[in-house]
C-alpha cells in the first residue's frame, strides 16, 4: 500500500484512502458545446499512458474529499510530487536531473 | 375538489403534537473487553459545514467555537465540537443538543450548512487498547505523536469510512453513516476482543 | 519418557513438562517446547513424507522455516486440519495429531513410489512433452488425473471454525530477525526512545545463538544474552516484540506484511485468541537481518530420512536435546559441521566419520575433531547414501576417484555453506550482487529504506554481525528522526567462525552420472534435471526455473537456488552473475487465506446496509433483495402467497388505493449555494434556472460522452437549495462525479454538496388515497392539489417531526414521498401504515415498484440503459435544455455515431401471447427464420407480469424502434420464438391523468 502526500491535508496519507481520477491536465473547453469532433476525441478519449512519469489526478476521497494532482513514475511506481488542483504542471521535478 | 377541500382540512384540525418516537440505531450497544470498551453514544446535533475562508470568523462567531484551520485538528467548547474535515468543509456536532442550523442561520456571510444529526451513528471507543482496536482496520498512524488528542480525520474502518476524533489521550469518538453502524460496533467488537489479548 | 533419542544432559527444555502427541495414529511423548520435528527426532522417527513427484521417503531437511521435505497435516479436528504444515516450525501441544502426506496406503510402502522407479519417464518437462496430444484430453483426462496424482496435502472440506484477525502498526524502525543482529540492532535503535518493532519467525529468539554453542556476548552464554537482551526489549514502551511471526511479504514505501502464528502451539486456545493476527507495518526504516541458510551437499540420494543440515542436527541437540541418530556422519565443504560433530560427540554420539571435500582445510574446529578422536577425511566425497527408508551408509570416495568405502552411518549431516537470505530484501526491490570471492548474493542496491545486516548481508562472524548491527539499528532509529543512542554495544566475547562452502554438484552427482542427486527436494528436481534443461535449450535461470520447477514449490528454493544457479551455469560455460537469480516473491513462507482476509468474513465481509423501516418490514415477513450493499424488501408475502400473488395483490393495491414503500435508499444530495441552479445547469440536461422552489423535476445526468449517467427528482427548496435524489446504486458515484466537475472544472462557483442519503428515511406513498392516508398527520402544509400539485415538495411536520414532503411519483398515481430524519423513519411509517390500514393500503416491495414503473414507462438507470444510451434513446429528449449553452455531455450528444439513424431506442413490447413474458435480456430478430448466427436488432431490458394491465409488458432496446410501432419482431429462445408487437412505453393511464388525483 502506497502513502501518498495530500496537498490539503498536508501530509502522507495511506492509499486506502483515495482513488485514482485518472489523467491530469485535461482542462474541459469553455466551450464545450463548439468542440470539433477532433477536439472532442482528444479530451474525451486520448491518453497519453507513458512510461515513466505521468501527472494524474487523485481524490482523498476519504480523508479531506479534495481532488489533487499528482506526479508519478509509472515504472517505479514512486510519487514524486503532489500539488493543488488547479495549480500549473510544475516546470521542473523535484529531483528530476534529466 | 370536495375531496382535497376536505384533506385541506384535516391537514388543518388533525396537526397532532404527539411526537413520532426516535429509535437511533445500535441504541444501547456496548461490548467490553479487558483494556478497551465500545459503546454507542447517545443522538447529537450534527452539521456539515463549507464555507470559504472569508466566512469562517463570521461563523466561528455565530458557532460560539472558533473553527479550526489546520488539518487533522478539531475544537471543542461547551458541548460542541467543529472538526476540520477538508479546506473548506468542517463537520460540527453538539452533544448539548443545541441547534446548530438555527445558529448558522443568522450568518450572512457565504456557507452551506446542512443538517446531519440522523445521518451519522457515534461509537466511543476508550480504554489503553482503543488505538489498537481501531488500527484494526484503521491504517492511520494512531500514535499520539501522530494522531494527538483533538486529532480529526476522516478514514476508513475496515470496508467502511469513518470519521474518527481522538476525544483523550486512550478515547475517540468513531463517527459512520447510519446504515454502516451495524458493520462498524460489529468490527469494532471483534476488533476490541483481539486488542485486549 | 520423551524418547529414545533425548540427551536429558543436553537441550533447554524441561523434561518435567511432558506432552503426548500422535503420528500417522501412532501415539509418543515429547517435551514442552518441542517442534512435531524434535518431538518425532527424539522418538527416532525419522520417515515422515513422500516426496511430491517420485513419491520418495523423506525425512527431516532442516530445523526451521526453510524446511522442503517434513510437511505434515495437523489436525485439531474436521474442520480445523491444517495441510503442508511443517513439522520443524509446528511447536508440539498434549494432544496434538498429526498425519504423513502424498502417500497410500502408508509412509512405508506407498505405492505411487512406482514413479521413483519409472523415474527416467518422469524427466524434467515431462508433462509439457507427453501431454500435448490429444489436445482435447487435457482438461478431461490429463489435468485432472495429474492433479489428483500430484497435489501436497488436502484441504479441509468445511468452513474454517478459527478467526482471524488484523492490525496496522507503525514504527520508526522495524527489525527482522531475531538473532543475534537483528536483536543487536533493536537494542541501539530501541535506546534512542524510537518506535520500534522486532520480529521473529521463531518461537524463541536467539537465531543462531540457538545452536551456536561457541558464543559468548557481554559475559554470556549466547543464548542467555539473547533472552536476556529481549527481556529487557519487551519491557520499554517504545518496543513491540513479536515472535511467532513471519514476515512474508515487503511491499511499497517500507509497508511490511507480517504473519503472527497466535495460537497454533496451545492446546486449547481461548476463544478469544485468533488463530493468527496479520500485522501491516508502516516502518521509516527497516532492518532485515533475516541471516543465512545452510545448504546441503548435492549427491546421490542425498534424500534419504536421516541426511539433513548439519545446523539443524545442533539445534536438535543443542536446543531439544535430540540426538538425530547414534552412529552419524558427516558430509562437508565447510567449517560449521564441523561444530555440529563436535556438539554429538561430546554428547554421547558416534561420529562414524566426517568427509571434507576440501583438499587441506585448517582450523580450530578441525584440530577440536580429531582431539576428540573422529576421523576426518580430507578431498572425499560421499557418492552415495545407501537405506532407503533410513539412511543405513554413506560411500565414500577420493574426490578424485578411486576405491570406494562404504561406512554405516544412521544419519548423515551435511554443509555446502551457508546462502544470505536476502528474499525481503530482493521483494523489496533491491538488487542482489554476487560476490565473487565468497560465492554469494548480498544485497548491492537499495530501492527503499532499508539496511541488511549481519548473516543476510553477508557478514561473517558474530562480533562483525553485532558491531554491523548496533550501528545500523542506531542509524536507522536517528535517520527515523529520533535521538542518538544512550546504550552500550553488546561486546562479543567469544564465537565460531564458519568458512566458505561449494556451489553445485559434488563429485559422483556430476553430469557423466545418471543418479539422483537432489537440488531441490520439495519439488524433486535433480542436478541432472538441470542439466537438461539446459541441454534442451534453456538458457535463462527464470527459463531452468520453470522448466524444472526448480525453487518453485512453497519453500521458494531457500536451499536449492543457489545449487541449481551453479549448476546451470556450469553447464551454459558461463560465469553465475551472468546466469542470474531469479527474482523472490512473496510469501516468503505460506500464508493463510485466513490471515488475508482476517475479519473480512461472516458479517463483516462486507458491511449490510439496512434502512430505519428495515425492522419494520423484517417483522412483517417481507423477503429482503440485495441492491448493491442494501437490504431491501422485495416483496411481503401474505399467508400462503408466493412471490407472484404477493407482487400482483402489491400492484393492484397501489392502483386500487395506495402503497407504502420504503425508498430510503435512494442517493440524495444537498446542493447548497448561491450558485447552486448554474451548477445543477451544467451537471443535468434539463433547465433549472427557472424552478421555482417548492417545484420539482426529473433531472437526466449524463457522463461528457453524452450517455446516460443517473437520474432522480430534484427538488428546489429555496433559491440556493437543491434536494436531488439519486438512483440507489449510483449515490456514491453521483455524489463522485459532481464533487469531480465542482471541484476541478466550476472551481468558480459558490455551492456546496452534502451526502444527505442516510439523514432521511424516506417513506414512498402512492395511490389515490395517498392523500387520505398523509394528511391527517402533516402539520403546515397545505394538502390541496392547488397548493401541492404533482411535482412540488414543501418543509412542515408529519407526526411532529420535521419532513420534507415531496409530491412525485414513479407509479403514474398520486403520490408523496415523505422525508423525516431517519431515527423517526419507523415511527412516522408505522403511523402512515396504520392511517393506510384505514384505506385498504399495501406496503410494496422492489419488485412491485418495479412493476408499477414499467407500466407507466418510467426507466431504471442501469437496467433499462447500460452506459451506451443517450437521452433520445431512451425517448427523453424533452429532458434535454435545447437552449442551454452547456452542460456535461452538451457535446458528446451531437458525436456523429450518438445522432447516427438506426441507434437502439427504447420502446414497449407486447408479446402476441399476453400470458408469455419475455426473459429480460432476450435477444430480439426481425426475421426468425434467418440462418444462425442472427442478426440481433435489440435486446428486451425489462420484463413482467403485469395485473393491473392483465398481460405481460416489457420494455426493449430495438434499432430503430420508434420507427417500428405496430411491427411484429421475434424473440427466439430454446423453447421455440416468441413473437412480440412493438409498442409505446406506457401500459397504463396512458393521458397520466391520475398523476394529478
Known sequence: MLLIRCPYCEEERPELEFRNAGEAHIARSANMAGESDDDFEKFFFIRSNPKGIIYERWRHIHGCARFFNAVRDTVTDKFVMTYKAGEPKPAKLPGASK | MAKAAAAKAAAKTSASAASAERRPAQAGRSVSAKNVRVEVLPPAERMSLRAPEASVAALSKALGLTLPKSPKSSAVKAGRTALWLGPDEWFVIDEAGKDLLADCAKVSALHSAVGISHRNVAFTVAGPAAAAAINAGCPQDLSLEAFPVGAASRTILGKCEIVLLRTAADAFRVECWRSFSDYVFTFLSEAASDAAA | ?997
Open chain 3, 1 to 997: 519418557m520423551s524418547g529414545a533419542f533425548r540427551i536429558p544432559s543436553a537441550g533447554r527444555l524441561s523434561q518435567a513438562k511432558t506432552a503426548r502427541f500422535s503420528f500417522d495414529g501412532q501415539s509418543y511423548t515429547g517435551i514442552e517446547g518441542d517442534t512435531l520435528a524434535s518431538a518425532l527426532l527424539a522418538n527416532g522417527v525419522h520417515l515422515v513424507g513422500r516426496s511430491f513427484k517420485y513419491h520418495r521417503p523423506r525425512g527431516f531437511l532442516s530445523a526451521g522455516a526453510e524446511e522442503p521435505n517434513a510437511l505434515v497435516e495437523v489436525k485439531r479436528d474436521d474442520a480445523r486440519k491444517a495441510p503442508n504444515i511443517r513439522a520443524t516450525v509446528q511447536e508440539l501441544y498434549d494432544g496434538l495429531v498429526a498425519q504423513s502426506q502424498n502417500r497410500w496406503p502408508s509412509l512405508a510402502f506407498d505405492v505411487g513410489a512406482v514413479n521413483d522407479i519409472a523415474s527416467p519417464l518422469f524427466s524434467a518437462g515431462f508433462y509439457y512433452k507427453t501431454f500435448m496430444w490429444p489436445k482435447a484430453a487435457w482438461k478431461s483426462l490429463y489435468e485432472p488425473k495429474i492433479r489428483a496424482a500430484a497435489g501436497l496435502g488436502v484441504s479441509p472440506d468445511k468452513p474454517d471454525p478459527d478467526h482471524y484477525s488484523s492490525r496496522y502498526a507503525h514504527c520508526d524502525v522495524l527489525v527482522l530477525g531475531g538473532g543475534a543482529a537483528g536483536i543487536a540492532a533493536a537494542l541501539a535503535a530501541a535506546e534512542t526512545g524510537a518506535r520500534v518493532i522486532l520480529a521473529d519467525e521463531q518461537a524463541d529468539f536467539g537465531g543462531s545463538l540457538r545452536f551456536e554453542t561457541g558464543a559468548k556476548i557481554d559475559g554470556q552464554d549466547g543464548y542467555a544474552w539473547a533472552q536476556g537482551a529481549i527481556a529487557k526489549l519487551k519491557a520499554m514502551d517504545n518496543v513491540r516484540v513479536l515472535s511467532r511471526t513471519t514476515a512474508f511479504g515487503y511491499y511499497a514505501q517500507n509497508f511490511v506484511g507480517l504473519v503472527e502464528r497466535v495460537s497454533d502451539h496451545l492446546q486449547s486456545p481461548g476463544h478469544d485468541l485468533p488463530r493468527e493476527r496479520l500485522w501491516q507495518v508502516r516502518a521509516k526504516r527497516v532492518v532485515l537481518a533475516t541471516g543465512s541458510i545452510e545448504r546441503h551437499m548435492v549427491f546421490a540420494d542425498n534424500d534419504r530420512p536421516g541426511i539433513m543440515l548439519a545446523s539443524a542436527a545442533r539445534i536438535f541437540l543443542n536446543h531439544y536435546g535430540v540426538a538425530v541418530g547414534k552412529n552419524v556422519g558427516v558430509y562437508t565443504a565447510n567449517d560449521s559441521a564441523y561444530a555440529a560433530a563436535i556438539d554429538l560427540k561430546k554428547a554421547g554420539v558416534n561420529i562414524a566419520a566426517i568427509v571434507d571435500l576440501r583438499d587441506h582445510p585448517t582450523g580450530p574446529v578441525i584440530d577440536e575433531a580429531r582431539a576428540l578422536g573422529i576421523e576426518v577425511n580430507f578431498g572425499r566425497a560421499v557418492i552415495r547414501a545407501g537405506g532407503k527408508l533410513r539412511v543405513t551408509s554413506m560411500t565414500v570416495q577420493p574426490k578424485n576417484g578411486g576405491g570406494e568405502r562404504t561406512i554405516p552411518v544412521d544419519a548423515i549431516l551435511m554443509s555446502a555453506g551457508w546462502t544470505p537470505s536476502v528474499h525481503l530484501f530482493s521483494q523489496s526491490r533491491g538488487k542482489v550482487a554476487f560476490n565473487d570471492e565468497t560465492k554469494r548474493f548480498v544485497p548491492g542496491i537499495y530501492a527503499q529504506d532499508c539496511v541488511s545486516v549481519g548473516a543476510c548481508n553477508g557478514t561473517d562472524g558474530l562480533a562483525a554481525s553485532i558491531d554491523e548491527a548496533y550501528a545500523a539499528g542506531a542509524k536507522a532509529a536517528k535517520d527515523a528522526g529520533a535521538k542518538t543512542a544512550k546504550g552500550t554495544k553488546p561486546k562479543v566475547d567469544a564465537s565460531e567462525s564458519w568458512s566458505r562452502g561449494m556451489l553445485g554438484a559434488a563429485p559422483g552427482a556430476g553430469p557423466d552420472k545418471t543418479v539422483k542427486a537432489f537440488v531441490d527436494f520439495q519439488n524433486d528436481v535433480t542436478a541432472k534435471d538441470i542439466r537438461q534443461a539446459v541441454h534442451e535449450g534453456m538458457r535463462s535461470i527464470e527459463h531452468v526455473k520453470r522448466f524444472t520447477t526448480n525453487g518453485m514449490a512453497t519453500d521458494q528454493g531457500k536451499t536449492s537456488n543457489m545449487h541449481g544457479l551453479a549448476i546451470a551455469a556450469e553447464t551454459l560455460g558461463k560465469p553465475i552473475p551472468e546466469v542470474g537469480l531469479t527474482t523472490f516473491r512473496a510469501p516468503y513462507t505460506p500464508v493463510t487465506f485466513g490471515a488475508i482476509v482476517s475479519h473480512s468474513r461472516g458479517p463483516l465481509f462486507d458491511p449490510t446496509r439496512k434502512t430505519a423501516i428495515h425492522p419494520w418490514a423484517e417483522a412483517q415477513g417481507a423477503v429482503f433483495e440485495d441492491v448493491g450493499q442494501w437490504k431491501r424488501a422485495w416483496y411481503f408475502p401474505r399467508g400462503s402467497e408466493d412471490m407472484h400473488a404477493a407482487v400482483d395483490r402489491e400492484c393492484v393495491a397501489v392502483r386500487t388505493n395506495a402503497g407504502l414503500f420504503d425508498a430510503s435508499t435512494l442517493g440524495k444530495i444537498e446542493v447548497v449555494g448561491p450558485d447552486a441552479a448554474k451548477f445543477m445547469e451544467l451537471l443535468y440536461t434539463n433547465p433549472w434556472e427557472k424552478l421555482e422552489p417548492g417545484r420539482c423535476r426529473y433531472g437526466i445526468m449524463l457522463r461528457e460522452d453524452g450517455f446516460i449517467y443517473d437520474d432522480g427528482v430534484v427538488g428546489r427548496l429555496a433559491p440556493d437549495r437543491f434536494h436531488v435524489t439519486t438512483t440507489t446504486g449510483g449515490a456514491p458515484r453521483v455524489m463522485n462525479h459532481m464533487e469531480d466537475y465542482l471541484q476541478t472544472e466550476f472551481p468558480h462557483l459558490n455551492v456546496w454538496l452534502t451526502s444527505i442519503t442516510e439523514q432521511w428515511a424516506v417513506i414512498a406513498v402512492q395511490g389515490p388515497k395517498s392523500r387520505d392516508i398523509i394528511a391527517p398527520l402533516v402539520e403546515g402544509i397545505d394538502m390541496s392539489d392547488q397548493a401541492l400539485p404533482h411535482m412540488s415538495v414543501r418543509e412542515g411536520k408529519i407526526c411532529g417531526v420535521p419532513t420534507r414532503l415531496f409530491r412525485m411519483s414513479f407509479t403514474g398515481e398520486r403520490g408523496f414521498e415523505v422525508n423525516v430524519p431517519a431515527d423517526y423513519g419507523q415511527a412516522v411509517w408505522e403511523a402512515l401504515w396504520a392511517e393506510g390500514q384505514k384505506h385498504g393500503a399495501a406496503a410494496y416491495g422492489t419488485e412491485a415498484m418495479h412493476v408499477l414503473r414499467a407500466e407507466k414507462g418510467y426507466i431504471i438507470v442501469g437496467q433499462d440503459t447500460d452506459g451506451t444510451v443517450t437521452p433520445n434513446d431512451a425517448g427523453l429528449d424533452w429532458a434535454v435544455g435545447k437552449k442551454k449553452a452547456d452542460f456535461v455531455g452538451i457535446r458528446g450528444l451531437t458525436r456523429p455515431d450518438l445522432v447516427a439513424k438506426g441507434r437502439k431506442q427504447l420502446v414497449g413490447l407486447k408479446t402476441k401471447d399476453p400470458k408469455v413474458v419475455l426473459e429480460e435480456g432476450a435477444q430480439i430478430v426481425a426475421d426468425p427464420k434467418q440462418a444462425i448466427p442472427m442478426k440481433m436488432i435489440g435486446h428486451v431490458t425489462s420484463s413482467y407480469w403485469s395485473q393491473n394491465c392483465g398481460r405481460s409488458i416489457a420494455l426493449g432496446l430495438v434499432a430503430g424502434g420508434r420507427d417500428r410501432m405496430g411491427e411484429t419482431l421475434y424473440v427466439p429462445m430454446p423453447n421455440g420464438v416468441i413473437e412480440v408487437e412493438v409498442a409505446g412505453m406506457v401500459f397504463f393511464d396512458e393521458t397520466g391523468g391520475r398523476l394529478n388525483g
